[in-house]
């Protein structure tokens, strides 16, 4: 029998990482149905209307303080600068406990499921140590673990050095039977900066299955833009971005859409401005998959400048869904994109402004782009990434009965 935990599915109320475990049980319920994830309670939309997500489980997670916030910050009267802040404050400990009291539960009932007879594969969501001392020596269960990326490691500049999580990757990586690379890049940075042996790792690459999202259409104005979706903090290379798209947006009169990430910062602003990009500027944070879906097939470029990334899902969903593509040379990008997008040099942003004129001066170019992108996708389904791990635990089971 597998076992997963609660980690990810109690962190992430969405995301990439709570969605892959989501499909992966999917999979392993329509094939197996051996594998239990026991959580007391979650908030995550990826566990929703899942038919193998029953023992345990609620989804009415326990309520913030009543929502008086919106209310308070709408009316004027005498206290309000007093009155907000400790609304706030109440709200944020409240928060705090009940997350402490959840999490300490689902510890509490994953301890319990570990000391059963019947599991054979234990894999974690997350990073948390917590079932170290209970099955440190047991050879009976094995242990696999994901991991995502070394970001920590390439760019420790942006970390804390104290940073719990990667302290816990690493003794993970040492405490697993077997890991699971998302990405030949990130394999190889468990190699160099872990000592990991190679046979201990099995790569498996993340999906996207955001063809199948239904369709939105939304009243926005803007119909020639060049998207960037995310965080654009620290090695997501905003700034070198930045100054390498501003020549594209003036020569070919087409606007900046920033969607996600947290509102625009007083230093972004002022970086925007003095290029002369505030004016043709958005930030937008999106609610629904449909809405992702809907900036990606409008947009007339999608760049994705980061020096870094384990994988990068956003790539596969703009193949998918024939946006043409700009994106960075390192880490996984080329394993991702293969030939299906133009990539450049993310240090020099000469070489991004070069890259995005060849999509827009070439309608040859930017049509080759994208249906060699829709091709690509097909690469990186859900399916295919959960039949891959269910293929992986078999042969772990198949490798512990010999």
Known sequence: M????????????????????????????????????PIICT??????????????????????????????????????TI?????????????????????????????????????????????????FSLIKNDKRIKKVITIYDLTHERFPGFYKLSDVALKNRKNLCDFSDKIISISESTKKDLLEFYQIPEEKIEVIHL??????????????????????VGDRGGY???????????????????NLVLLGGKKLSGAEKESLGKLN????????????????????????LFVFPSLYEGFGIPLVDAMALGCPIICSNTSSFPEVVGDAAIQFDPWFSESITSAAEQIFRSNAIRNKMVQKGLVRSKEFTW????????DFYNRILSEESL
């Open 207 to 228: 999906g996207s299955n955001i063809i199948k999202v239904p369709d939105k259409e939304l009243n926005f104005i803007w119909k020639d833009y060049i998207l960037f």
């Open 383 to 390: 399916e295919r990434c959960a039949d891959k791990h269910i």
């Open 277 to 300: 990009l505030l004016g043709k500027t958005i930030h937008i944070n999106f609610s629904s998959d449909s809405e992702l879906k809907y900036y990606y097939q409008n947009a007339s």
């Open 83 to 131: 009155i907000y802040p400790i609304y706030k404050s109440i709200k944020l400990f409240y928060n705090k406990i009940v997350f402490r009291l959840i999490y300490r539960r689902n510890r509490n009932l994953i301890s319990k499921r570990l000391k059963s007879s019947d599991v054979q594969i234990f894999h974690p969501t997350y990073f948390d140590t917590y079932f």
């Open 2 to 37: 597998i076992l997963f935990d609660f980690q990810i599915f109690l962190n992430q109320k969405y995301g990439g990482i709570s969605l892959l475990f989501a499909e992966v049980m999917e999979r392993l319920h329509n094939q197996r149905k051996d594998f239990e994830v």
């Open 236 to 254: 997501k290379n905003f700034d070198n971005f930045i100054k390498g798209i501003a020549p594209v947006i003036y020569k070919y009169k087409v």
């Open 43 to 80: 908030k995550n939309e990826n566990l929703k209307n899942r038919a193998y997500f029953k023992p345990y489980s609620f989804f009415s997670f326990p309520k913030d303080v009543p929502e008086i916030e919106d209310w308070l910050w709408g009316k004027s009267f005498s206290g309000k």
